[in-house]
């Protein structure tokens, strides 16, 4: 069995319903879901959007290998309705990015696991934080508490009361 972390996040539509959405297929599709963050509103991150998003990081446990697992996440994207264009980042029904895949380091053609921004952004850091403070990242050899405390982005992320 393994053990990753997922990042969901939505500002299209209805970002509340998209991410409970999310969580039941790919707990039909991936594998067991262990644990679920809070939800967080976030502005856009690295464009601008009049919408802001709503952000959540779940547990899950799954036997599919990390390409399959990507396989399967881009599929529940499709089917929600999410369309890329190509452009760059953009306002999204549903995005769904693998976080850590058990401990390992991946660097594959088109999936590097841990999330390579993943230090970077506040938006992902604080819903880990509060499910996983003390999980190390297998790369910097910090932990979720000491990355939050480094990252430099001061992007409000604002938890919210609803599950």
Not at 135 to 161: G, Q, R, Y
Request: glycine letters at 4%.
């Amino acid at each position: 069995m393994n053990r990753v972390f997922l990042l969901l996040g939505s500002n299209l539509g209805n970002p509340s319903e998209n991410l409970s959405k999310s969580i039941s297929l790919l707990n039909q599709k991936i594998g067991s879901v262990i644990s679920c963050s809070s939800i967080y509103k976030t502005a856009p991150w690295g464009f601008e959007h009049e919408k802001f998003f709503l952000n959540q990081v779940l547990e899950i446990d799954t036997t599919h290998n990390p390409i399959k697992l990507l396989e399967k996440i881009l599929s529940i994207e499709i089917e929600m309705g999410r369309k890329r264009s190509g452009k760059g980042y953009e306002g999204r029904i549903i995005d769904i990015d693998i976080l850590f895949f058990n401990d390992d380091y991946y660097d594959l053609k088109d999936l590097i696991i841990p999330h390579p921004l993943l230090h970077k952004r506040r938006f992902t850091l604080c819903p880990l934080f509060e499910l996983a403070p003390l999980k190390i990242h297998p790369i910097f050899k910090k932990n979720i508490s000491e990355l939050l405390a480094d990252c430099e982005d001061n992007c409000n992320v604002e938890k919210l009361n609803i599950k």
